[in-house]
């Protein structure tokens, strides 16, 4: 039977179809927090991290209660991922990038380098007290930059190939607390850099949030539409398993998920320029449902899965490294994003973004600039440039740089 629970020598084992169900009623009651408590939408916590992280204290609970570990298949859990990351891959155009201009390239070149920034702090962090490289990989930008997401699609290999056993709620840890972090310094950055030079919007300018949907509203969502979706992202997903095999060959580890997000991105980009007349799903409604559950379905199985009681011991060491993880991203974005950006409000506007973005996730970033532009007056440009530089080649070229971390 799918829903069959096995117990045996100390331990509860959750099998997949179970963990499925389980997994969807967790969301459900993150959702049903995230609406009464306004203190978690004011932190702008997702959803699937209020109710994942709510079922994995009860895991702890029943753990220091009866002894017994509980662990879930994640075999489901591990296709949302692919499914998620490919959807990305079929929304991006690179017609957005160069139409972005110069100060879209700044942003997309600051946010590469810190990349690269954020793995020598969190490496450097790790040796200072006294733990594996790779846990400063997972400190680092796996789960900044990278979030939940990247972090929990790295936490396998460095869990099985780097001796850090308990990856997998170390990043989500970090990812976890880099969340908050985000959503507390946008603020104040923004604040010291409009006193500091005495900016303010423009009132012409349009209030934008976000990149305008190109579809109508009105556009339905039926099962044709989904099983468009499901075909573009399987054919896509097929060929970035052929594509990491080939790159195994050649002695490059990369997770599926990166050679699939890679692949989606060239079918994006090529099918509708050779074949005109075959119609991608890319940026439809359709999509991002099928995205949205993925994404949400993925963390939420992710989180109520960790094991709390195995990070005990490195509380300390991962606090002090996103300690200095914090202070660095700050002084970078005081001395280097805000002046390449041009010392003007769009610029502290982005700064407080980054801040969300290089510590936490997109949402978070957002939330922080919205939070700017409502007392301070409007900056379009913003909002149009940071979503696009995180929806493009951050995930390609962060797990490039922590498979070079790793392997140093």
């Not at 949030?209 to 969502?221: M, Q, R, S």
């Not at 700064?351 to 510590?359: L, P, W």
Request: proline fraction near 5%; charge should be negative.
């Amino acid at each position: 039977m799918p829903a069959d629970v096995v117990v045996e020598a100390g331990h509860v084992f959750v099998p997949s179809f179970l963990a499925y169900t389980i997994g969807i009623i967790v969301f459900l009651i993150g959702m049903s927090l995230n609406q009464r408590i306004e203190f978690l939408r004011a932190f702008n916590i997702p959803e699937p991290v209020t109710g994942g992280l709510l079922a994995s204290l009860l895991v702890l609970a029943f753990y220091l209660t009866t002894g017994m570990a509980v662990s879930f298949e994640m075999d489901t859990r591990d296709r949302l991922l692919i499914y998620f990351f490919t959807a990305i891959g079929i929304n991006a155009r690179i017609s957005d990038l160069i139409a972005g201009g110069r100060p879209l390239l700044i942003l997309l070149g600051l946010t590469l380098g810190f990349i690269v920034v954020q793995d020598v702090v969190g490496i450097g962090g790790a040796l200072l007290f006294g733990q594996p490289t790779a846990v400063g990989v997972l400190a680092g930008s796996a789960s900044l930059i990278g979030g939940h997401g990247t972090a929990i699609a790295w936490a396998p290999e460095i869990a099985e190939n780097h001796g850090v056993p308990n990856a997998l709620e170390i990043g989500v840890a970090a990812a976890t607390l880099g969340l908050v972090i985000a959503s507390l310094i946008g603020g104040p950055i923004a604040r010291f850099l409009l006193n500091q030079y005495q900016l303010s919007g423009a009132d012409e300018d349009p209030t934008v949030v976000g990149v305008a949907y190109e579809k109508a509203p009105t556009e339905k969502i039926n099962h044709i539409s989904i099983m468009s979706v499901l075909l573009t992202l399987h054919v896509a997903i097929i060929i970035g398993y052929i594509l990491n095999e080939a790159v195994q060959q050649i002695g490059l580890r990369l997770p599926l998920f990166v050679t699939c997000l890679l692949a989606a991105i060239a079918l994006s980009n090529t099918v509708p320029i050779v074949f005109p007349r075959i119609r991608l799903p890319a940026r439809t409604r359709a999509l991002a449902l099928v995205s949205d559950f993925s994404l949400g379905l993925f963390l939420t199985m992710s989180l109520m899965g960790m094991q709390l009681w195995t990070i005990a011991e490195l509380a300390g060491p991962l606090l002090g490294i996103l300690a200095l993880q914090t202070i660095v991203a700050v002084v970078f974005i005081l001395l280097v994003l805000f002046p390449l950006m041009g010392r003007d409000y769009q610029a502290a506007v982005l700064s407080a973004g980054f801040g969300g973005f290089a510590m936490g996730a997109t949402p978070t970033a957002i939330a922080n600039m919205t939070a700017v532009t409502k007392a301070h007056g409007p900056a379009p440009m913003a909002f149009i440039i940071l979503p696009l530089v995180s929806a493009f080649f951050v995930d390609i070229t962060n797990a490039l740089v922590i498979q070079l971390a790793l392997s140093l």
